[in-house]
């Protein structure tokens, strides 16, 4: 079965960091460009960054660039996102996608809440 | 940036009409590359449409996206139950790979 599953979530204090992960399993994710998309509470979905299978190419949101971090490890089967001077507009739910045409497999997300 | 404007905000239907969704870009989504996501209250989002007009895989036929340059809709031909969700489309020819705001299709 095809299957992404976040971790890594919680509460963080305004200007600390977090690390999330994603486990993939099911394909061959050496072969694909991961995502980060994210949406805080009641609202849209967010794009926040996207890596290359082979980590040549990688692309942030303009409002996100220099604190977080996207990197992968294929050999691992997993894909991360190091989030630093984390804001009270980072909470929101994280979900990693797999895709570049089209987003095709999501995980479940994990909720990130930026609260003093 | 490439915008992403969907409407309506909310569409208002009945099981077994047909809906049609607009996502309008602000410039010309190039190859086409823009697709539809369905999202149901606390689940993931999951892809619907890609490449404008070509269905996932496992997805009905009654979902089917049309369109290009910069109009781009997707028609539910009959609503099913199911279908009462909020649909988002993105566009993945540019960085950053935007959504749209979103539209609510919601029972009437």
């Known amino acids: 079965e095809v299957q992404l599953v976040e971790s890594g979530g919680g509460l963080v204090k305004p200007g600390g960091s977090l690390r999330l992960s994603c486990a993939a399993s099911?394909?061959?994710?050496?072969?694909?460009?991961m995502n980060w998309v994210r949406q805080a509470p009641g609202k849209g979905l967010e794009w926040v960054s996207s890596?290359?299978?082979?980590?040549?190419?990688?692309y942030y949101a303009d409002s996100l660039k220099g604190r977080f971090t996207i990197s992968r490890d294929n050999a691992k089967n997993s894909l991360y996102l190091q989030m630093n001077s984390l804001r009270a507009e980072d909470t929101a739910v994280y979900y990693c996608?797999?895709?570049?045409?089209?987003?095709?497999?999501w995980g479940q997300g994990t909720m990130v809440t930026v609260s003093s | 940036e490439i915008v992403l404007t969907q409407s309506p905000g909310t569409l208002s239907l009945s099981p077994g009409e047909r809906a049609t969704l607009s996502c309008r870009a602000s410039?010309?989504?190039?190859?086409?590359?823009l697709a539809w996501y369905q999202q149901k209250p606390g689940q993931a989002p999951r892809l619907l449409i890609y490449?404008?007009?070509s269905r996932a895989t496992g997805i009905p036929d009654r979902f089917s996206g049309s369109g290009s340059g910069t109009d781009f809709s997707l028609t539910i031909s009959r609503l099913e139950p199911e279908d009462f969700a909020v649909y988002y489309c993105?566009?993945?020819?540019?960085?950053?790979?935007?959504f749209g705001q979103g539209t609510k299709v919601e029972i009437k």
């Open positions: 099911g394909f061959t994710f050496g072969a694909y460009t």
């Open positions: 890596i290359s299978s082979s980590s040549g190419f990688i």
């Open positions: 993105q566009q993945y020819s540019d960085s950053p790979r935007t």
């Open positions: 490449g404008a007009s």
């Open positions: 996608a797999k895709g570049s045409g089209g987003f095709d497999v």
């Open positions: 410039q010309s989504v190039s190859g086409n590359y």
